[in-house]
Structure formats: structure tokens, C-alpha cells
């Protein structure tokens, strides 16, 4: 039996065009899909978006492990999740949403001077997250690795309270988490994703099938996303307002969560999606980070990554 939420996705025949589904979750760099449908960019490329919001992003890995949605906003670290749970569809990565610089931190307790300080104290890591992998970077910096510290798995919203009690002298978090964090006046950041550029990414990623069923849809998805960051550029003061609005801050926060992600147009993408480039050599990492916390097998496949999508975004539209 056909899953509806496919029939959503393939339903070619609407006014508005095609329907594409593309689950949100709150993060700044998620927004730019409700923005387009906002300004009606999506149906200017002849689709029609259709974006169900989801609380975090596990509800969304959950989504398409069950085959509810077949696209998702996800960090690269879902991504290696999803490929090691459900190999036969293993998410294909189609775009760079952002890249961190400064967004994913590690904070510290203020008592203690360097990361290095850190040897044998417990720090708090959502597993889930990014947050184990910008630990071990922040660790390699002094010769140290996850097994030097006592992890604390715990649900990002529980850390701050964690900071607060003193039950652990640093967590592996990112805003609204780290403002939370800094806010008990107990941490500071001591390592941002700032000192590791061209590490830390958010994808969009989809099912094998419909990338090849639907390329054209998705290349105008691609242009939608383009489109929304062009129109954020020109009308900054209400584009910043509807997003700023939807993650429940003011327009001053969230542009100022702006300034820790990068965001590449589809030409400067190009480079990321090369064979060996910055996004497979990621994903590497990455398992081998979670392979490490025995999430995941050292040999887990990886999510296949696809820049022919972006050079069909990048033609002339028919």
C-alpha cells in the first residue's frame, strides 16, 4: 500500500504544481522554506510546499524511518543515523542548508581555564546531536578524546538545570541551549564550531527513490531555497520579523543567531559535493565519532552525496 504522505510528495497535478513536504523543526537555519511559501517563491517554480512542523529533529528521523515524509532538514549526523537504521533508503544529501561557524559550542565551567581541564570531569552530550562530534574536536585540541571525560548523555533542554546543580563542569550544546547555559552565570564557551570551518553542516537530504522519480520537482525546491535567501537579503526587516516570529524571538536574536552559520548559494555548493571534498570527508568523521560511543557500526554505510541535483537547479528553468 502506498504510504499517503508519498502520495503528498508525487501528487503532480495540484493548481499550485507539485507537492513537496519538508518537515521543519526550530532552528534558524530551517526557516527559509516557511519564508519562501510565505512570499509564494515555491509556487513561482511551480511547486507547492507543504511544511509540517515537528518539535526536534528525532521526531523527524522518527518520521522518515517510518516512512511518513521521504525529505528532511537534518544535521549530517541524522543523516549517518538514518543510513546505518534503514540502508535500502538511505538518505541521498542534496544541498547544504548551513554551515555552523560559532553556532554548536562547548561550555565549561568558569572555575576551570582550558578545555585540557576538563580530563577526567563529566560533561553532558546529546548523542543524537552534533554535540559529541564538536567535543572531540574540542578535546583533539589538547591531546585529549571522548574517553578522557565522563559523557553524560541527557535531552539538550535538561542542561542548562545540569550547569545550575553542578552536576557537570560542561555540556556540548547550541543555542537556545548555550544562552541558556551562560545565562546561570556558571560557564563560559571555551570552543566554538567557529575554529573548525567547514565542519559542521545542516543538509537536505531524500529518499534514493524520489530523487529519482522527481528531479525536477527537487531542482525547484533548490531554487526556492535560493530564492528565500535572496529575498532575506533584500527585504531583511519583515523576512527576518517572519522567521524570527515562527522560532518565538525577537528579530534582534534571531538575527544575531544568523551570525554564527554561513550560508553558500548553489554556484559556491558546488566544491562541497566534489568526491573526497568537505561533505564525504564530514561524514566520515562523523561515524567514526559515533561509532566510537558504540551508536553505530565502524562499517555503517553513508549517506551518498549528490551535487547533480544542484547543476539542474543551477540551468535555465524550461
Known amino acids: 500500500m502506498v504510504l499517503p504522505a508519498l502520495l503528498a510528495l508525487l501528487s503532480g497535478c495540484t493548481t499550485g504544481g507539485t507537492t513537496l513536504t519538508v518537515p521543519v523543526s526550530q532552528w534558524p537555519g530551517y526557516e527559509y522554506f516557511p519564508l519562501a511559501r510565505q512570499r509564494g517563491l515555491d509556487l513561482r517554480e511551480g511547486i507547492r510546499l507543504e511544511l509540517p512542523a515537528y518539535a526536534n529533529p528525532q521526531d523527524i528521523v522518527h518520521a522518515y524511518l517510518r516512512g511518513d515524509i521521504q525529505l528532511a532538514q537534518l544535521t549530517t549526523v541524522e543523516a549517518v543515523d538514518l543510513c546505518s537504521r534503514v540502508p535500502k533508503r538511505c538518505p541521498v544529501v542534496i544541498l547544504v542548508l548551513d554551515e555552523s561557524r560559532g ?46 571525560v565522563v559523557l553524560r548523555p541527557m535531552p539538550l533542554e535538561e542542561m542548562p538545570k545540569a ?12 543555542p537556545p541551549f548555550s544562552d541558556q547555559a551562560v545565562a546561570t552565570g556558571r560557564v563560559r564557551p571555551l570552543f566554538t564550531s567557529r575554529e573548525i570551518p567547514g565542519e559542521i553542516f545542516d543538509i537536505l537530504v531524500v529518499d534514493p527513490t524520489v530523487l529519482e522519480e522527481r528531479r525536477t520537482s527537487l531542482a525547484a525546491l533548490l531554487r526556492t531555497w535560493q530564492a528565500a535567501h535572496e529575498l532575506a537579503e533584500a527585504e531583511p526587516g519583515p523576512s527576518l520579523a517572519f522567521m524570527a516570529a515562527r522560532e518565538g524571538v525577537s528579530a534582534e536574536a534571531f538575527r544575531a543567531s544568523l551570525e554564527g552559520l554561513v550560508f553558500e548559494s548553489l554556484p559556491r555548493q558546488l566544491p562541497l559535493f566534489a568526491a573526497g571534498g568537505a561533505l564525504e570527508r564530514n561524514l566520515r568523521e562523523l561515524r567514526a565519532v559515533q561509532a566510537s560511543l558504540d551508536l553505530l557500526p565502524a562499517d555503517a554505510p553513508l549517506p551518498p552525496v549528490d551535487g547533480s541535483l544542484l547543476r539542474e537547479a543551477l540551468k535555465r528553468k524550461p
Do not use: N, Y
Not at 103 to 121: C, H, K, T, W, Y
Not at 165 to 172: C, F, I, L, N, Y
Open 163 to 174: 550547569i545550575e546543580r553542578g552536576e557537570v563542569k560542561a555540556a556540548a550544546l547550541f
Open 103 to 148: 553556532g554548536d559550542q562547548v561550555v565549561v565551567d568558569r572555575r576551570l581555564d582550558s578545555i585540557a581541564e576538563l580530563r577526567g570531569q563529566p560533561v553532558a552530550i546529546t548523542p543524537s546531536t552534533l554535540g559529541p562530534f564538536v567535543l572531540s574536536r574540542a578535546l583533539a585540541r589538547h591531546g585529549l578524546g571522548l574517553g578522557d
